[in-house]
């Protein structure tokens, strides 16, 4: 039995499959909308706080794994002083021809 065309709402592909999205991974990364954002987070935040050992351990792993240091600075990209055709030797700069 053939369905009819349709477009992925995640990819864009044409396809005649049963459904919404053209395989299993587009379905599985649809787009929250912050409603939804909302009530995971909601969900997620009760059950951390609410005291049971898996949630304990979870806190844990999340602490240790150092996932709530601040990020360490990176120094910028800067160019090199030096020009085509010369290298530092010794502290001293050469030119080569």
């Not at 951390?48 to 910028?76: C, M, Q, R, W, Y």
Request: aromatic share 6%.
């Amino acid at each position: 039995m053939a369905y009819k065309e349709k477009e992925c709402r995640k990819c864009g592909v044409k396809h005649t499959k049963r459904g919404e999205y053209c395989s299993r991974s587009c379905g599985n990364s649809r787009p929250l909308t912050a409603e939804q954002k909302r009530k995971i987070g909601d969900a997620k935040s009760a059950w951390l706080t609410g005291g049971s050992d898996e949630a304990e351990v979870a806190k844990h792993n999340f602490t240790s794994g150092g996932n709530n240091k601040p990020a360490e600075p990176i120094a910028p990209i800067t160019k090199s002083p030096l020009q085509s055709n010369q290298f530092v030797q010794d502290g001293d700069l050469w030119t080569t021809d």
